[in-house]
């Protein structure tokens, strides 16, 4: 059936092309662009089977399932304690799976050029084609492409590509890698004469609010046996109108690359910032005989920016803090496979806070997180590596260093230099190396690569700070200018400083590098669960103290308190390192361990804790309340946020938190009497009152000049009854891609959520689509995310549906013990 499909879509793509001959001189896009990548995700067979090692013992009597990808099989098993992942992979098992896919080529493409692209498979994939091997890829997070067009049969006999995946090695990551072929393929058909794979780079040396000269290198690859006499046409679209357009003539040797240079101006650009992503498309077409015979698409856009020693960040002549999160790549309960829309939920969920930037921790991230950062504004710091030649896991990376490193770090620059969201490249996180000379050989030779490949934006990494106490000693050591630090940092190998955490050393930072522009690469690291809140919020408490304290030995539930006064040793609360990256002009901005939460790395707790408390948004998507302390600073909003809920016992004293702006004060009534008015002093975040729980309403209003902003109130809830369901969309396309999320809020009768509500709640739906995940949030939950039911944390819960290929409608029911049932109807277009 897929090939039925692939096969119409060729022919209408032929169509599309010789239309686009004809309408070459056309001024709209869409008119004649015609994309040369198919996507080859659907239909593949998957086996998962430690026991085979070898391709060729693949035998008739191997069990396949038929799925498409991006797949991650990991996610689909059972968390256990013993898994060789370790906790810090979440206790998900890797293994060695196989995929193979049987397709058709149509007879006319064999004289043309037919390659596979895999944009990620974890890791160490190997890809045979009709039987002939075709290569390697140990790493999991990088992109690449096979020629296969010599080993297909072409019209009606089948190929078969096999695809072996071997994740069996454990450890090798420090967090939740996922297994499989995990994020898109595609195929690709060209011209033998074409743009070559990741072949233009497109960059803005001068730029003016009247002009920006934009220059295109691009690379023409000659897979003919003869020399072509070619003419090569570059045309910049803004939306879809062309706003100009370069030609050049060139002859290029058979079987030969040749990379052309063509200068093109753009009158009165329309700059691409972060409140305005504005973007433009290059279309690139190669001609013979007046015949356009490829066309290639590279989005870019135009703006000018530094990193300067003393403003800091300077976007179009602007100064921009950088408030950014690091993010792992896992997508909560859909595992690591990758899914366009589920991104665009978790950046869309970031913004509403205020977040502008985001960091691709710890590796490259897939190729669709760039392209919603640029059309969404984010300013990335795009990684490259967790360790260099020296492992922090037995299996990791380090042992693939030697062969593979500069492929890896050429690919990751050639893939992602055209994305104007991009801004820096890290070369490397808490380098194991920083502190000796083979890290300062090691940084140098990364950073020559970085700057063979692209000028445009300086080189960084995120090293470990040069100190880790107290801010007393902290003060003592930097004022005796007494301070080891990292070799890398000295070496001048880096454009620009980034350390992770000692928030407090930031100070110093000009006296110590001087010249040098600084990043805080990773920040703070505090500890959340999302609605569990512990008696007393004014103490600071630095988690773990302990490893080894478990879950029966005094830290029942192994919870973490969503007052923002939980945070790893080694990193701060959120107010006081926002407090410092906010008061000095010169630090460029900050990344937050983490934006969302993520499977791996259980911290404070490790077993039975599977995943991580760290994110300011929980697993399943639902803010934790220092969310909104960073909107009330972080956007235009106006907002009043008051927490925990109020369900205590009476009598009990409980601190109550706000987090305003827009505002002078904030007076709290507890059952409409006065509980005192507070106002923010000198740099506080937040105001707080101590508040003997009755059971009722606590409501909150914020008044600026004596006028009433907002307000807001919370209320006892009386025992669970009723379930909510609300979609994030209730139209979806009918692609068998797209996802509704449908948060369902356990309420008592009269519609207050209940906050400590945990019930288990049974999924089921009618119609064509799926439900593809399910989670709470809760880091100590070890239900199947891929299941039909789940319990609830605090009150919430996530169900994600799918649509398939087929139109109508998706009827989702909720039901639980002792609560109503509901029911909600998602449109699939
Ligand atoms: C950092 C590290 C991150 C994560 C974090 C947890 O040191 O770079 O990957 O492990 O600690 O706090």
């Known amino acids: 059936m897929t090939n039925k499909r692939k096969k119409i879509s060729k022919t209408v793509s032929l169509l599309m092309l010789t239309a686009g001959i004809l309408l070459s001189s056309c001024s709209k896009k869409e008119d004649v662009f015609v994309d040369r990548k198919v996507s080859f995700n659907s239909d593949w067979s998957f086996h998962l089977n430690d026991s085979i090692a070898d391709k060729d013992t693949i035998g008739a009597t191997t069990k396949w399932r038929t799925l498409n990808v991006p797949h991650d099989w990991s996610i689909e098993g059972k968390f256990d304690e013993k898994s060789p992942a370790g906790y810090g992979g979440g206790s998900l098992n890797g293994g060695l799976g196989w995929y193979k896919k049987t397709f058709k080529v149509n007879a006319e493409d064999s004289t043309k050029v037919t390659s596979i692209t895999f944009d990620g498979v974890y890791k160490n994939s190997e890809v045979w084609i009709n039987g002939h091997y075709l290569g390697k890829r140990p790493n999991g997070y990088i992109g690449f492409q096979y020629e296969i067009s010599k080993y297909l049969n072409y019209g009606d006999k089948n190929n078969e590509i096999i695809v072996k995946v071997d994740n069996s090695k454990q450890p090798n990551s420090r967090w939740y890698s996922g297994s499989g072929i995990f994020r898109n393929v595609w195929i690709e058909t060209t011209d033998k004469l074409h743009v070559a794979q990741w072949g233009t780079y497109i960059t803005t040396p001068k730029v003016t609010a009247e002009k920006a000269s934009v220059n295109f290198e691009t690379t023409i690859q000659n897979q003919n046996s003869e020399s072509k006499k070619a003419t090569i046409t570059t045309t910049i679209f803004k939306e879809d109108t062309k706003v100009t357009s370069v030609t050049q003539n060139i002859i290029i040797g058979a079987n030969a690359n040749q990379t052309i240079k063509q200068l093109s101006e753009v009158e009165n650009p329309v700059l691409w910032s972060v409140e305005k992503p504005e973007l433009y498309t290059a279309v690139t077409e190669i001609s013979l005989d007046d015949k356009i015979i490829d066309q290639y698409k590279t989005n870019f856009g135009i703006r000018d920016f530094k990193f300067d020693v003393n403003k800091g960040f300077i976007l179009n002549g602007k100064q921009v803090k950088i408030k950014g999160v690091c993010m792992h790549h896992d997508l909560g309960p859909l595992g690591s496979a990758i899914n366009t829309r589920a991104i665009e939920r978790q950046l869309e969920i970031l913004k509403g806070m205020g977040v502008n930037g985001i960091r691709t921790s710890h590796n490259p991230p897939a190729p669709e997180l760039l392209e919603l950062c640029d059309k969404m504004g984010f300013i990335v710091m795009d990684e490259a590596f967790d360790m260099w030649k020296q492992s922090k896991t037995k299996y990791d990376y380090g042992n693939d260093w030697d062969k593979w490193h500069k492929k890896d770090l050429v690919d990751q ?361 399910v989670c709470s949030g809760d880091p100590v939950s070890h239900e199947s995310y891929k299941g039909t039911k789940h319990t609830a944390l605090n009150g919430k819960c996530l169900v994600i549906i799918q649509s398939s290929n087929k139109t109508g409608r998706l009827e989702l029911t909720a039901k639980a013990n002792g609560l109503k049932e509901a029911a909600i109807v998602i449109t699939a277009e």
């Open 413 to 773: 620059l050639l893939r992602d230099r055209n994305h104007p969201s991009v801004f820096m490249w890290s070369i490397g996180n808490e380098i194991p190396q920083q502190w000796d000379e083979s890290g300062v050989t090691i940084a140098k030779e990364l950073a020559v690569i970085t700057r063979q490949y692209d000028k445009t934006r300086p080189v960084t990494a995120a090293m470990n700070p040069p100190v880790n106490m107290n801010i007393d000693a902290v003060t003592l050591q930097f004022e005796q200018k007494n301070v080891q630090f990292n070799p890398i940092a000295k070496s001048g190998a880096l454009d620009l400083i980034g350390y992770n955490y000692a928030h407090q050393t930031y100070q110093y930072h000009q006296k110590n590098f001087p010249g040098v522009p600084f990043i805080a690469t990773e920040t703070t690291s505090g500890l959340e669960t999302r609605g569990y809140y512990d008696a007393v919020s004014d103490t600071i408490k630095k988690w773990p103290v302990r490893w080894d304290l478990k879950f029966t030995e005094g830290n029942p539930g192994n919870t973490v308190s969503a007052y923002d006064q939980v945070q790893a040793p080694w990193g701060s609360t959120h107010e006081a390192t926002w407090k410092v990256i906010k008061k000095y002009d010169f630090l460029s901005g900050m990344y937050i361990w983490t934006g969302f939460d993520y499977i791996g790395e259980p911290t404070p707790y490790e077993w039975p804790s599977v995943s991580s408390y760290f994110g300011i948004v929980d697993l399943a998507g639902f803010p934790k309340d220092v969310y909104y302390m960073y909107q009330s600073e972080w956007t235009d909003k106006t907002v009043l946020h008051i927490f925990p809920h109020w369900n205590w016992k009476t009598g009990q004293t409980v601190d109550v938190w706000a987090y305003y702006n827009n505002a002078d004060e904030v007076e709290l009534f507890l059952n409409g009497k006065s509980v005192g008015i507070r106002s923010k002093k000198g740099d506080d975040l937040h105001v707080m009152w101590k508040v003997p729980f009755q059971p009722g309403t606590l409501k909150a209003v914020s008044r600026k000049n004596g006028k009433t902003v907002l307000e807001t109130e919370i209320k006892t809830a009386g025992n669970p009854s009723n379930l909510k369901l609300t979609a994030d969309r209730s139209t979806i396309k009918a692609d068998a891609n797209d996802l509704s999320f449908v948060t369902v809020d356990i309420l008592d009768d009269k519609g207050t959520l209940a906050p400590n509500a945990n019930n288990e709640i049974q999924f089921s739906l009618k119609g064509n689509g799926k439900i593809v995940g």
